[in-house]
């Protein structure tokens, strides 16, 4: 039980490092700025490795882990998302 907190724990920080990541990476795709294009396409594959690792290495534990993750993950999604439009 106190496992599965912990991979839910780990999940919610993840997600909302990734969201804000998510964030910042369109930004640069989107600016005109020289060399900001680079940027923003290597944070969009650092993002997808890592989640790819971390979600493998959660299902590689057994199901629960996976799930756990996956609800911290969506947790933090939330967050994030309702942080960025309160200007947060």
């Known amino acids: ?5 912990g991979w839910a724990t780990f999940g919610i920080g993840l997600g909302m490092i990734y969201f804000r990541l998510l964030r910042q990476s369109v930004e640069h795709l989107l600016s005109p700025a020289l060399g ?17 690792a971390v979600f493998v290495l959660a299902a ?10 996956g609800l911290g993950f969506m947790i933090g999604r939330f967050a994030t998302i309702h ?3 309160r200007g947060l």
């Open 36 to 52: 900001s294009m680079a940027l923003g396409v290597a944070l969009t594959l650092g993002r997808m490795v890592v989640m790819g």
């Open 1 to 5: 039980m106190i496992v599965w907190t």
């Open 60 to 69: 590689l534990q057994g199901g629960m882990p996976l799930m756990c993750l």
């Open 83 to 85: 942080a960025l439009a």
